[in-house]
C-alpha cells in the first residue's frame, strides 16, 4: 500500500536505501519445484552493476547476492525468498555538501514534502540502487518464464539523435550500450564520453521484446497486460513516457492502415502485422511483445546549476558524486526485469482464468 | 484480481458488458460526509455519452445513473456507492453474422484464447461501455478533488497531422472535438467526417492537466505517481502509449535542458520551467501534472476486411454495428476520469504517510 | 480497503443497506465457463430469507435475484458477476423514533463515531440484510466447489442451553431451526417462541463442515486457511467467537491427547482422529472441516432497555422493527456462504503453488 | 497473496525457515517521523526467546536484531524498514531422523502435499520461529500505538484445568508463565513441569486487551475490527480458538442479558458492562477491547507415538528437538503483536474515513 510492493500473485516488496546498510527483496507467491542458486541472481546483477564500463559510474558496488531463505536443496520451496546485498562502497562524504539543497530534477524535494525529512544520502529510497533488489527477483522471474518458453529482452535504441537500425540482437551484449546495431553503438559510445566531458548528460530509449508469449495473458479491464506493463516501466527512475507496438505513431495513422490483419499459419491463428506490440484488448495474442520507454538524461550533471536551499533561498549546486553520464546502457536489465516480472505474475494469474474441462 | 477493480484506497470495480442488462460500479472507500446525487453524476455522462455529436457513433444509450448505495440524505455515508445504468439500446442483431469471425484490431481472438469462449455481442466486456461505469466513478472523484482545490480537465491535442496550437481551455468543451484551438478544431471535425465517409478512422493524441495537486502525493517506489497514471490512462480502451511532461522528447535533450531549476515564489519551491510534468522521483511537485495518451484509429471500420473464422479459415469481414470514427472527443472525458481516480486515491494514500506531530 | 470486499482471487465485492434500493454484490475472479443461472443463486438466497417460517422475523422480502452480467448463453464469461436484488418491503416508519437513540447491541454508536452520521433505516449498511450479497455469491462458490467434490453444510448446534446431541444429518433442513437431532430441533422451537413472547431472544453455536477438501489448501503463514476461515465467519453479523475442531477444549488437553495419529487408508495418508478440524499448520490435511461460531443473542429486543440519545442523554428505548428471535436458523446458510467463499479461494489460489512438472 | 504478508497500510511480509540463515520481515506503510532504534524491538524480541526460562526450550537463539533500512537520523522515513535475524543455533542434526516421517500434530504432511516437498529441518517455514520477525514488527506497531495512548498487553489465562482468577496485571511480567494470579502461576509452572517431565505438553487459554482505542477503528462489512483480530489469533500457531468479550459464552444468554446498556460518562458515551468485547458492528465502541485465544498442547512431545512415513507406511517416531511443553507464555507477547497490528493498520485506515470539514 506504500509503494514497495509490486505484483499480485508473484509478489515483490524492495527494501534499502543508497547508502544503508543494504538492498534487498523479498519475492512471495514464487511456485516451489523452481532450480535456483545465487549464480543465476549474480549473473542479472552484474548487467545492471555500477562500474561496469566506461559509460557508466565508477561506483563499485560488488552486489554479492545473499539467498537467505524459500530455497531447500536448491529448489524453490514455495515460502517467501528473502534476497540480501549489503552496501560496501557507499560514499557519504559528498552527500553532506548538498544535504540542505534541492538538486535539480531529483526527488530531494518532493520526499521532503511527502515525509517533512529525507536520507539524503545518495537519494536514499529515491536512488537508482534500489533496483537492485529488482533485478534480482527479475532474475527469478526470467528463470520461470524461460521454463515456459519466454524469452525477454531488451536493447538501447535511441540515444540522443542516435538511433539504432540494424536489429542484430546478437549483438546487443556485445557493445556497452547495448544498441543492437553495431555501428551505431560506437556513435553512441562517444557521444555519451562527449557529455560526460563536458558535464553533461544524454537521454535515450529502450524497447523490449518478450518472445513465446502464448495468447491469452493479461486480465481485463484494468489490469490488462499493456497497462500493467506501462506502470512497470514508467516506476523506474527516470522514465517519463511508455509505448506498446507502433505507440504515438498511431496519432497520424487511419484504421485501416494500423490494424493487424488476422491470419493462419499452421494451426496457429496470427497476425499479419505487429502494430498492436502483441496485446489486443489487454490480452496477448501470442505474438512478440514489443514496448518502448524513454529515459530522460541523467539529473545529476557535474556543473553548476541554480536552485534553492531547503527553506528556499536562492543557491549554486554542483553534485558531485559519481552518475552514469546516460542511464540508457543499465536501465536494459531494468526493463527486462520489469517486464518478466509483470509476464509470470500473468502467467500465473491466467491459471485460474477457466473451469477445468 | 481478476483485473476489474481499480485503486487502492479509493477502490473501484466495474462490472457489465455492451449487451447485457446494464453496466455499473461499486466505489468502495469514499470518505463519508461528500454532498452527493445523481445529478453530479449524470453530467459527466453527458460527455462520454454516444450519440452527442456528429462524429461520434449513432447507437443512443440515455445512460440514466441510479445511485443504488452509499448515500443518505444528501451525503455519501461512507459505505459502498452502487451506481447502476441498465443498457437499452443495445442491437445485438447485427453481431450474430460476425460471431465467427475475429474483427481485426478488437479483443474477440485474445478473449477467446483466454476463456475458451466469449460474449461476442458488441464486444462484450471488451467494449467501451465499460467506461460508463469509470466515468461515473470519475465524476465522484472530481468532486472530492474539487474540495482539495484540484482540478483536472482534457483535451484532444491531435487528430491525425493536425496538432492543436493555440491553447485556449475556454474553447475545449465548445467544440465537437473537445481541442483547445478553435480553427484546428473545425479541420479535425471535417477530416473525421472525411474519413468516416471513407469506411475508415482517424486516430489521436490527449492531453490531460491536473491543477492544484499540492507536493507530496505518490508513493515510491512501484505506485509512483506517474506510474500509476500511465497504467490508468494505458488500461483505457485503443490506448496504445502514455508520456509524462516532456514525454519521448526526452530522449534528445541533454541533462542541463531537462533540468528543472527550483525557484522560490512567495513561501513556495517550484520549478521554472516543467518537464517533469508536475512529477519527481514519482511524487507530485506542485506544478501543474501534464500527461499525454495516443489513441489508435478506431479498428472497426466499414470496409471489407480480411480475416480469420473462430476455427481459423480466411474469411472476410465487414463491422457493421455503430462506431466512432475517432476515438479522441469522447476519450477526454475518460482520460480526465483515470487521472481523476488516481489523484484521489493518492490523496487518501498520503494521509497516513506521516506520524501526528 | 474499506473493508467491502472478501477473497482474493475469488473476490466479492457487496454494496446495500437494509432500507435503500437495493442489495447486491459484484463477485470477480469467477472462472470461465461455470454453468450459472438465477434458480441456482435463488434457491439458497430462499434459504436465509425472513418471513420464511415462525422463528424468523416478518418482514418479507422476496429476494428476487438478477444476474447483470458476468454470464453468457447459460456459463460463466470470466468477467464480473453483477447480482442484484431490489428492496420492497422496507418500512422505516418505525425507526424514525429511533433514529437519535443508540439501540443497545447494535452498531449506531460506532457509526457514528467513524462517520458522523449515519443511515439510520433498519440499521443501514450494518444489517443482517447485508448478506444476502454474500450468499448470493456464496451459492456460486459451491457450485464450483460441487465440481471439486467438495461440499459444504451448516447447522445449529446449540441455542441457549439446548445442545444437539444425535448428528442426522439428513435432518437438518427438515426442521426450522436447522439442527441434525430432531427432540433437540423441537425443543429448540418452543425455547425461542417462548424467550419472542418475553420480549427476549437467545444465542446459539453454528457447526460448519467441509467434506471432500483435498490436503493442501491454505496458504502459510498469515493466509491460513483456519485463519480466513475464523476472519470469515467473524465477520459474519453477530458471530462472537469461532473455533476450529477440538477448539477451545484443547486448553484442557495434553499433547499425547490432543495429536492425530497419522495411518494409511489405502493409498492415502489420513488421521485417525480429527482434533485438528482438518487442518495442519494452515494448510487442509484431506480430513473434514470442522468449524463452530457463536451468534449472540439478537440484540433487537421487544422491550424497554436504558440507553442514550446521540447527544448523551439518558433514554429508554423499545425496538419495534421486525427481528429474529434466534439468529442461528438464518445463520446457518450465511455460515456455508462464508466457508465457501473461503474454500474457492483458497482453491484457486493453490492452483499456482507449483510449478508445472 | 502467497500469505506471508499481513495487514493492509500497515503490511508486514514476513521470511526465513527455522533453521535457514536467518529470519526478517519488511515493514512497508510505517508512518514517516517515529523515533525507533534497535533497542526498542530487541526487547520485545526478549519476551518471545528461547531460553527464557525452565518452562521453554532450550534452543539458545540471541536473536539479536539489525534495522537494514527506513530508518535514518533515529526516525523512520516512510520508507520500507526491513529487520534481520541470523539463525546462530539451529542444530538440524536431529531432524535427519525425520525427514521421511510425518510429526503428528505438525505441518509436515501438509506442505509436502501443497508443495511437494518440504524443508523438513525444524520444520521449516512452519516454525514457530517465523514469528520473530512478527514480534519484531510488532515492536514498532505498539510504538505507534503508545503515540495514541492505546496500550496492548496479554497474559496467560489458563494452563491445562488452572484458571487465573486475580487479575493483578502487575504480576503478569513478573513470573515466567505470564499469568496476572500469582498463586495460580506458581502452580502452572509445577504443572508444566510435570508434563515435561512426563514427555508431554499442555495446552492454554491467552487473554489480550487493548486499553485506549477510541470509537471508530474498523471497517464494515468484512474488514471489522474483531474479524481482522479473529484471523490475526488465529493465524498463530497452534492456535485452535479465538473469541471477543463474552465469546461462546453468548450461546446461553438472553439479549437482555447480553446487551451492554449505553450510558453517559462525563462527554462520552460508554457502555455499562463490556460484553461486546469494545466492538460492535465490527467497528470499536471505546471501551477496553477484550480477546481470547486457545492454544493446543505441544505437538512434539518427547515420547514415541505412532505414525507414517511419507510413502505411508507403518513408523514410530519420537520427536527430539527442543521444544515447548507449553506454548502459553511465549505466546503471550505473539497475541500482543497480533492485536497491535491489526490496530495500528485500523488507525490508519480509520484516517480517510471522512471528509475533511
Not at 547508502?19 to 549473473?43: F, M, R, S, T, Y
Not at 557519504?92 to 511527502?114: E, V
Amino acid at each position: 500500500m506504500a509503494g514497495n510492493s509490486f505484483g499480485q500473485l508473484f509478489r515483490i516488496t524492495t527494501w534499502g536505501e543508497s547508502h544503508g546498510k543494504g538492498i534487498g527483496v523479498v519475492i512471495d507467491g514464487c511456485p516451489a519445484g523452481l532450480p535456483l542458486n545465487e549464480k543465476d541472481i549474480q549473473k542479472e546483477l552484474e548487467r545492471r552493476r555500477t562500474g561496469q564500463s566506461k559509460v557508466t559510474t565508477t561506483r563499485r558496488e560488488p552486489d554479492k547476492i545473499r539467498i537467505m531463505s524459500g530455497v531447500f536443496a536448491g529448489k524453490t520451496t514455495g515460502t517467501p525468498i528473502s534476497l540480501l546485498v549489503e552496501n560496501e562502497d557507499a560514499d557519504s562524504s559528498k552527500y553532506d555538501l548538498i544535504k540542505d539543497l534541492y538538486r535539480p530534477g531529483h526527488a530531494d524535494f518532493t520526499y521532503d514534502m511527502k515525509y517533512g525529512f529525507r536520507d539524503h544520502r545518495g537519494g536514499g529510497r529515491s536512488s537508482a540502487r534500489e533496483t537492485v533488489g529488482r533485478v534480482a527477483a527479475g532474475a527469478i522471474a526470467k528463470k520461470i518464464l524461460a521454463k515456459h518458453k519466454v524469452k525477454v529482452f531488451a536493447y538501447t535504441k535511441q540515444i540522443g539523435d542516435l538511433v539504432a537500425k540494424k536489429m542484430d540482437y546478437s549483438e546487443i551484449e556485445k557493445n556497452i550500450v547495448r544498441c543492437p546495431d553495431k555501428k551505431i553503438a560506437e556513435k553512441m559510445v562517444s557521444a555519451i564520453l562527449r557529455v560526460r566531458k563536458q558535464g553533461d548528460s544524454l537521454g535515450g530509449i529502450i524497447e523490449v521484446v518478450a518472445q513465446g508469449v502464448p495468447a491469452g495473458w493479461g486480465e481485463p479491464v484494468f489490469d490488462r497486460l499493456d497497462a500493467d506493463l506501462a506502470k512497470a516501466l514508467m516506476c523506474l527512475p527516470a522514465v517519463k513516457g511508455v509505448e506498446v507496438g507502433i505507440g504515438f505513431e498511431a496519432a497520424r495513422l487511419k484504421g485501416s492502415q494500423c490494424n493487424d490483419i488476422f491470419i493462419s499459419k499452421g494451426k496457429k491463428i496470427i497476425t499479419k502485422t505487429n502494430n498492436a506490440g502483441g496485446i489486443l484488448g489487454g490480452i496477448s495474442n501470442g505474438n512478440d511483445i514489443v514496448l518502448r520507454m524513454v529515459v530522460k538524461p541523467t539529473s545529476s550533471i557535474n556543473r553548476v546549476q541554480d536552485t534553492v536551499t531547503t527553506t528556499g533561498k536562492k543557491a549554486k549546486i554542483r553534485v558531485e558524486g559519481r552518475h552514469d553520464p546516460c542511464v540508457a546502457p543499465r536501465a536494459v536489465p531494468m526493463a527486462e526485469t520489469m517486464v518478466a516480472l509483470v509476464l509470470v505474475d500473468h502467467l500465473l494469474r491466467n491459471q485460474t482464468a477457466r473451469m477445468a474441462p
